[in-house]
């Protein structure tokens, strides 16, 4: 056993020890905050030497966690490898990570990483984390996260892809398409072609980890969906809330959700990670929603907006929502031209229905963008 692993084995023991000896919650929080700070950075420090020793000769990348920035980062490591040369090595923290890596056709080596490792790189959460202090560089472990990227102050970016582009230094950035194996691709169809009943399927996907999904009732999407049907289309929820149990969930694990999402007619996404894979994985005609505050819930708001006004190039004469927008709008970042609504109101139902009764390229091109009042 690797030092590393006795580490955060021994802080795992204490912590379970401690939480059954200490009732009041805060404290009992404190103490495993402080444990963390003593356990893991050695811990850290010896990965990352026992790592680099091995894979000398080899790019080293842990990707961020979020799947639209790990779907990103991903899709432009073939790029890097035609551009850098050489072997790469990458980390997955879960099973959902791992079947994408294996989609993509870049890596050398896919190795599991410890959790706790893990979730004290990729962020500045944890500050006795000193990240990517060698640069990119072989032989080096590199964080592909925009949280660490301490040169996006002085180089600001129009949005998050570019953001990774600089990151990864490409001259070309150029996504990868993923190379789904035949199994998953025939259990895919086989549920669509059950669920389609023969007509043009629309997904609806209501949720979202960052955009706080709560500004946007449910009932908004219900009235979406029933005019759907009207239309004669089949509706189904990206979604296990009993919301929507009045229409046909699939929820399949990730990457075959994804794949089932670019056989739909169309796609209606609250703006998400899940919405960055299916745009990458070449889902088409979308509706994309996003909530009027523009607000990420997994950080502070005074936590967002010194990231965003850190990475972007902020325009003075936009508010910080609207710049906000531009920095995540998946028209900029993939040169789509998909209708992208702020729901502000439930007068934007017809704003989305109007997509589906009219001709849907003339539609794009006099909608595509921002609606406001």
């Known amino acids: 056993m690797e030092n590393y692993q006795i580490l955060l084995l021994a802080n795992k023991i204490i912590k379970k020890t401690i939480a059954a000896l200490i009732p009041y919650r805060p404290a009992r929080s404190w103490v495993k905050h402080f444990l963390d700070d003593i356990f893991i950075p050695p811990a850290i420090e010896n990965f990352k030497q026992i790592i680099e020793e091995e894979y000398q000769d080899y790019w080293i990348f842990v990707p961020f966690w979020p799947w639209g920035d790990f779907m990103m980062a991903c899709a432009m490591l073939e790029q890097f490898k035609r551009e ?7 980390f997955y923290a879960n099973k959902s990570q791992l079947e994408f890596l294996k989609a993509f056709d870049f890596a050398d080596e896919i190795l599991p990483i410890p ?12 500050p006795y984390c000193k990240h990517n202090k060698a640069g990119l ?11 660490v990227f301490k040169e996006a102050e002085n180089d600001k970016s ?29 259990k895919v169809e086989d549920i669509f072609d059950e669920v389609s009943e023969g007509k043009e399927v629309i997904m609806i996907t209501p949720h979202a980890h960052s955009f706080d999904e709560r500004e946007i009732s449910y009932q908004f999407w ?11 289309y089949k509706v189904v929820f990206n979604s296990k809330s009993p ?4 229409f046909e969930s699939v929820f399949l694990p990730l990457i075959e959700q994804c794949y089932f999402a670019t056989l739909c007619h169309s796609n209606i996404t609250l703006r998400s990670g899940f919405t960055d894979v299916i745009t990458i994985m070449g889902a088409g005609n979308q509706v ?9 819930i997994t950080i502070t708001e005074e936590e967002q907006v010194e990231e965003i006004s850190r990475c972007a190039n902020m325009n003075p004469n936009k508010t910080f929502e609207e710049n906000m927008f531009d920095f995540t709008s ?5 040169n789509k031209n998909f209708t992208e609504i702020i729901v502000e109101n439930k007068q934007y139902v017809n704003r989305v229905m109007s997509n589906f009764r009219t001709n849907y390229n003339e539609l794009r091109k006099k909608y595509a963008g921002i609606y406001y009042k």
């Open 243 to 246: 919301d929507y149990k009045d």
């Open 137 to 147: 560089k072989k032989g080096h472990i590199y964080e592909l996260s925009h949280h």
């Open 84 to 90: 850098k040369g050489g072997n790469i090595l990458i």
């Open 330 to 334: 998946i028209n900029n970042m993939f």
């Open 158 to 186: 129009r949005n998050f892809y570019e953001v990774y582009i600089k990151m990864l230094q490409l001259a070309v950035p150029q996504f990868s398409k993923l190379n789904l194996t035949r199994k998953i691709k025939s």
């Open 222 to 232: 219900i009235t979406i969906a029933k005019q759907l049907e009207q239309e004669g």
């Open 115 to 126: 959790l706790d490792i893990y979730y004290s790189l990729c962020t500045t959460d944890r």
């Open 288 to 296: 994309v929603i996003y909530p009027e505050s523009m607000r990420f």
